[in-house]
């Protein structure tokens, strides 16, 4: 079965940098043809669309994150980042990966079938 598993989160503080990692498993088919996307949720809040990227490396952000993160895919290591620069307090929240098959719908949560347990970030003023 499918496992997308998430690390690298942890507690900075504003200002630093942290790469986040999804590593991949069990796809009976190409990792390379799934659409990757972040998403994160703060305590009382809805989960939101982060970042996405399709199989041919086009990238998608959400505005609140646009010039400070970055994501990524290694397909040879069937691995997910997200490079997380200049963060700030809003940017805490429990940080989650999601696989869809092609084509991509970048930020629709409910497009994507396969997820991560998540990764906390917390980033302290």
């Known amino acids: 079965q499918v496992q997308l598993v998430e690390s690298g989160g942890g507690s900075v503080q504003a200002g630093a940098s942290l790469r986040l990692s999804c590593a991949a498993s069990g796809y009976t088919y190409d990792y390379r043809s799934n659409c990757m996307g972040w998403f994160r949720q703060a305590p009382g809040k809805e989960r939101e669309g982060v970042a996405a990227?399709?199989?041919?490396?086009?990238?998608y952000l959400a505005d609140s994150v646009k010039g400070r993160f970055t994501i990524s895919r290694d397909n040879s290591q069937n691995t997910l980042y997200l490079q997380m620069n200049h963060l700030k307090p809003e940017d805490t929240a429990m940080y989650y990966c999601?696989?869809?098959?092609?084509?991509?719908?970048?930020?629709?949560?409910?497009?994507?079938?396969?997820w991560g347990q998540g990764t906390q970030v917390t980033v302290e003023s």
């Open positions: 999601a696989a869809k098959r092609f084509p991509c719908v970048p930020m629709v949560q409910s497009e994507y079938g396969n």
């Open positions: 990227i399709s199989p041919g490396g086009s990238t």
